[in-house]
């Protein structure tokens, strides 16, 4: 029998002195923590990332003031600039993988998503909603068109799981080809989704309803090289967080909805392998992800 939330968190408490210790590791220079807002796509993440960067400074001990920076660059650009210290920002949030954890980032491996970046819902256009509800395995999936940013390591799963992707450089394109019918579905993730499609944004597309393609993924606080000190002040509050609970509890308050807006029946789920999912990934540690149907 799989442990209650409760005892999972209650073992990693008699760590706290530990890690409450660790608290003369953040910043001392009083340098801000630069987080991108991007503002060629939204990113309903903003909120959130902030609110978690807060929390885990100050269960550090940390009172580093928080300042957006204002970015319109592709993902790829940003974690290039951003491994180089030639950024404007200290930290982005992004799915890891093999490269970008050996790029020079710092990862902060704790899943700031609880793995949810791996739940992806399609979309798809309205009038083909019908033909979606029949889709029960990947193999109704291999004749059709996913579409996905060029640079995003979703494109690189799909394909390693036999899945055909067409990509884009541009994020607002992709909306427009699968209106267009140049590609046939846009995965996105269930953290993603319910804004993108707010106030009628795209009417002529649907979610279909209760799909869903899961791979293992974790999107992580990428800090610069140069900001070692704030890596390690996020590592040790953000262990703190999670030990005492308020980590979760941050989580389910900004995604429980979503999660019961989303309900997906077990024989709807397609698994797909992630061959890009660093082998330091903590996946053994229960209380840091949630599984389909599971609702925070």
């Known amino acids: 029998m799989l442990p209650t939330e409760t005892t999972l968190r209650r073992r990693p408490l ?18 801000p923590v630069r987080l991108p807002r991007h503002i060629s796509m939204p990113d309903p993440q903003l ?14 001990g940390s009172k580093l003031e928080i300042r957006p920076v204002a970015l319109d660059m592709a993902q790829g650009r940003t974690l290039v600039e951003l491994a180089t210290g030639n950024s404007p920002i200290d930290l982005m949030w992004t799915v890891t993988d093999r490269e970008r954890e050996s790029s020079g980032l710092l990862p902060v491996r704790i899943p700031i998503d609880r793995g949810l970046m791996g739940w992806r819902l399609l979309l798809v256009r309205r009038g083909e909603l019908a ?3 029949r889709v029960r395995s990947l193999q109704d999936l ?32 992709l909306f427009r080809m699968l209106a267009a019918g140049r590609v ?11 804004a993108e ?5 795209h009417p002529e597309l649907a979610i279909a309803p209760g799909l869903m393609l899961h791979y293992p993924a974790a999107a992580y606080l990428f800090v610069s090289p140069h900001r070692p000190e704030l890596a390690a002040a996020l590592k040790a509050g953000l ?15 900004r995604y429980g909805a979503a999660l019961k807006a989303h309900p997906i029946a077990p024989g709807r789920v397609l698994k797909l ?24």
């Open 142 to 173: 291999r004749g059709r068109l996913a579409g996905q940013g060029h640079d995003w390591p979703d494109t690189t799963i799909l394909r390693a799981n036999g899945l055909q992707v067409g990509t884009s450089s541009g994020y607002q394109a």
């Open 14 to 31: 008699l760590a706290l002195p530990l890690l409450l210790a660790g608290r003369t590791l953040h910043a001392q220079s009083g340098e």
């Open 273 to 296: 392998s992630n061959p890009l999912l660093p082998r330091e990934t903590p996946l053994q540690r229960r209380e840091l992800w949630l599984q389909p149907g599971e609702t925070a």
């Open 184 to 194: 046939d579905y846009f995965p996105r993730s269930i953290l993603e989704i319910d």
């Open 197 to 201: 499609m707010a106030g009628g944004r």
């Open 47 to 60: 909120d959130y990332v902030r609110r978690l960067v807060e929390l885990a400074l100050a269960r550090a």
């Open 239 to 253: 262990e703190v967080a999670v030990a005492e609970g308020s980590f979760q509890r941050l989580h389910r308050e």
């Open 131 to 133: 033909q979606w509800a």
